[in-house]
């Protein structure tokens, strides 16, 4: 599904990922974990197509295509999703029709006809159900004066209707309250299957209680320190980073 | 440009010295240093090899009846052309339109309907309105492929009690220049939205007067322009509680140069006046300008009274959200600029003219 070699990133000639090989196959889940700092976000941004990073080394493959050839519109209508951290506020778009134009788009990229309004209303109240969402919540505009629990739960609301292969979760636990973690976490559950694929991105590991990764990574300083099962997670959450990545 | 204007129909002494001073020192076809012209560039010739687009008012007559023909009752305004009664320097507008022109007056109580178009651009007169009843009327104001070097003025009477809503399509225009003059007695409302787009040189300057607790909403919107256009408005709170609330926007490209000047003027016996403007432009690239002048000047201490002015572009961070959800950059950027808009079309308090507006701005959002 997706395989990230040798990755070197910099921004502004300031190097952030420093030799970074990733390889997540379908089906499953992965956590990435690491301190402020170590290069998660900009994994995060550099696998969705965000400009002003520049890709100095490295090869990244998502289902048999060079991803870095495909521009950010491209990557999302082939399947790639990235749950922002902080997603942005679009005053004057309403929610839901963005979320419409979106899935519009991507049937359009695929070659199918537009979704008709009944049908998108359907489908718009069941996934905002499953997530708890008021539905009066989708006339506002997207994101402006969102709670930050609001934000996130939009972002996998947005996930589960464009239904990705490969989603990326860039610390989505973070600002958000049991409830809601629950909840997030309960909505990205429903969508694992064994098509698609999970890049869990957090600095703890109270998420993972509630999404069960297949494996857990360690980044820091822009490489992949460490990789093992749930376990690892444990272990890090006992000793911390420094230790870990020193014993690395 | 040099506009040739005619004395002689003036009889009195007193108004041709006080036409001839104005003519003379306030000449903004002469002078470009004129501070409430400044932007407009009345003194050249502004050109565009671009050809304007017909625009399609048949929608418009469906649903509106045509007054055009009922502009033949004259008035005569120019023999009091020194009796300005606004609070700042007399507009060149106002006093060469009524010397170069005559003045039709209408009387919108004497009409059933409540939609009413008549286009201007068809008119060699200034127009006279005159409102004193509370029934609702939209009047469409039709300005389309002018080629006119001299200003013509619309004035709006409007009386005690009294209601009015205007719309101006100010769409495709060679050279226009307009002056609106809209005095409200007590407890009058006046609704006023402004599209302006497709034009080459244009300027509408925006005057009102408001006495003892009236309303007056003005509502401006530029797009898609050419060359430079320029909107300027002298709001005067005179009576106590009344309010103002006017917001501008534009979005400039191709080199085209937008420009806002307005002024919110509060006497010293205008107390609880509440004001509010707001001016915003948004640039679409490096080679356009947009020139944004907000001013407020207050005599009364208990008024609530705000502007503001913004420039900016559209947000890349935006975009790279659209993108990012499979919406494609030119997508991401019209639904960005319908979305910077959205707030004065929706200002139009008629479901079928709101409903036409938005169908002829959608197609003029390149």
Redesign the interface.
């Known amino acids: 599904m997706l395989e990230i070699k040798n990755l070197h990133v910099s921004i502004e000639e300031k190097k952030i990922i420093k030799g970074l090989n990733l390889s997540i196959n379908k089906g499953e889940v992965h956590a990435l974990m690491g301190p402020n700092g170590s290069g998660k976000s900009t994994l995060s941004y550099v696998l969705?197509?965000?400009?002003k990073y520049e890709i100095d080394e490295g090869t990244i493959e998502y289902n048999e295509k060079n991803l870095l050839e495909l521009?950010?519109?491209e990557r999302?209508?082939e399947g790639l999703?990235?749950a922002?951290q902080y997603?942005?506020e679009?005053?004057?778009?309403q929610t839901s029709f963005?979320l419409k134009?979106?899935i519009n788009?991507?049937r359009k990229?695929l070659g199918h006809s537009e979704m008709d309004a009944l049908e998108f209303a359907k489908l718009m109240k069941s996934k905002a159900e499953e997530l708890n969402i008021n539905t009066e919540m989708l006339k506002r505009d997207l994101n402006v004066n969102y709670s930050g629990g609001e934000k996130k739960k939009q972002e996998i609301l947005?996930m589960s209707m464009?239904s990705p292969k490969m989603a990326i979760l860039d610390e989505t636990d973070s600002g958000l309250d049991i409830d809601a973690l629950r909840i997030v976490s309960e909505g990205v559950n429903k969508l694992r299957s064994k098509e698609n694929s999970f890049l869990v991105i957090t600095h703890y590991q109270r998420l993972l209680n509630y999404i069960k990764p297949d494996f857990v990574h360690i980044i820091a300083d822009g490489r992949i320190v460490k990789s093992g099962d749930y376990s690892l997670a444990l272990e890090l959450e006992e000793k911390g980073y420094e230790e870990i990545s020193k014993s690395a | 440009m040099e506009l040739t204007l005619n004395l002689d129909k003036i009889q009195s002494d007193n108004v041709s010295k006080y036409a001839k001073t104005i003519l003379d020192k306030q000449n903004p076809y002469k002078n470009f240093k004129i501070e409430n012209y400044k932007y407009a560039q009345l003194h050249r010739d502004i050109t565009s090899e671009t050809l304007l687009r017909d625009i399609d008012i048949s929608e418009l007559l469906r649903i509106s009846k045509n007054i055009s023909s009922l502009t033949s009752n004259p008035v005569d305004l120019a023999s009091d052309l020194n009796l300005w009664k606004y609070k700042n320097d007399d507009s060149f507008f106002r006093v060469s339109s009524l010397l170069k022109r005559d003045t039709s007056s209408i009387n919108l109580d004497l009409i059933d309907d409540k939609n009413l178009f008549l286009d201007i651009s068809q008119i060699n007169e200034n127009i006279h309105f005159f409102k004193s009843s509370k029934n609702v009327i939209n009047l469409i104001i039709m300005n389309s492929k002018a080629n006119d070097e001299y200003p013509k003025s619309i004035f709006f009477d409007i009386s005690n009690n009294s209601n009015l809503n205007v719309i101006h399509f100010n769409i495709s225009n060679y050279k226009s220049f307009l002056y609106f003059e809209s005095n409200l007695q007590d407890n009058s409302h006046l609704n006023f939205v402004s599209f302006q787009s497709d034009n080459i040189h244009t300027r509408n300057e925006f005057y009102a007067s408001l006495n003892l607790e009236c309303n007056f909403d003005l509502f401006g919107l530029n797009i898609n322009n050419y060359g430079v256009n320029d909107n300027y408005s002298f709001i005067q709170h005179l009576k106590p509680s009344s309010s103002s609330r006017e917001i501008f926007k534009s979005i400039v490209e191709k080199g085209a140069i937008t420009n806002f000047q307005g002024k919110i003027y509060v006497d010293s016996i205008a107390q609880k006046t509440d004001g509010y403007q707001m001016s915003r432009s948004l640039l679409l690239d490096d080679i356009s300008k947009a020139n944004n002048k907000p001013e407020l000047e207050i005599y009364a201490d208990d008024v609530k009274c705000s502007h503001g002015s913004t420039v900016s572009k559209l947000d890349e961070d935006q975009i790279y959200y659209f993108k990012s959800r499979g919406i494609d950059s030119e997508m991401a950027k019209k639904i960005l600029k319908k979305a910077f808009i959205a707030e004065i079309i929706e200002s139009i308090k008629d479901d079928n003219l709101r409903d036409y507006s938005n169908n002829i701005i959608e197609s003029l959002l390149t």
């Open positions: 969705s197509g965000k400009d521009d950010v519109d999302a209508n999703f990235l922002f997603p942005m679009i005053p004057g778009v963005f134009t979106a788009s991507k990229y947005q464009l």
